[in-house]
């Protein structure tokens, strides 16, 4: 079928972010949703959950080989919740991984999230999709069609124009 991210390229270009335990715990929800609002993108999904195990292993299954992978899904399920988000808009997949910032907080641009807030890689606050492929697979793991709204911001069309 369709893919849950979207089109390629264009405005209805979807992906997959997570604010985690520690961004939670921090009380940053906020100041990250207003990065992804302010700079035009569309909030089609957001909950609050803790996942469980199976859900946690699967959304890091490339990762599973990896020494701080248990370490990595025990931080994920810890109890505290994470917020579960999709956000829509042109080139939301690459300027998500830049808003975000690099893997380790301590080369991340200070400018990003991790850069601004975090220093250790195991508690770098937030997920977000590193390709087309990772978004459509990764919303499809974590919600239903159903829960993604199909709107228009006020905003909308002021800022994906391209012509
Ligand atoms: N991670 C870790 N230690 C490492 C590398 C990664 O704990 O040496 C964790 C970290 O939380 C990271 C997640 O595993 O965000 C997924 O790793 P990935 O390489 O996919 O980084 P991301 O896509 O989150 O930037
Ligand atoms: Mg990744």
Avoid: C
């Avoid at 641009?109 to 220093?119: C, E, I, K, T």
């Avoid at 590193?130 to 800022?159: G, N, R």
């Amino acid at each position: 079928g369709k893919s849950l991210a979207g089109e390629k390229g264009k405005a209805s270009e979807r992906s997959f972010v997570m604010i985690k335990p520690d961004g939670v715990s921090r009380q940053l929800v906020g100041k990250i949703i207003t990065r992804f609002e302010e700079r035009g993108y569309k909030l089609v999904a957001v909950k609050s959950l803790t996942p469980s195990p199976a859900l946690a292993k699967e959304h890091y299954i490339d990762l599973a080989s990896r020494p701080f992978y248990k370490g990595l899904v025990d931080y994920i399920t810890s109890g505290t919740p994470v917020v579960a988000m999709v956000w829509e808009g042109k080139d939301v997949i690459r300027q998500g991984r830049r808003i975000v910032g690099a893997t380790n907080p301590q080369e991340s641009d200070p400018g990003s999230v991790r850069g601004q807030y975090a220093v250790s890689v195991g508690r770098n606050l937030i997920h977000a999709s590193d390709s087309f492929d990772s978004a459509s697979k990764e919303i499809e793991l974590w919600f239903a069609e159903s829960e993604l709204a199909e709107y228009k911001p006020t905003t909308w069309d002021w800022v994906m124009a391209d012509n």
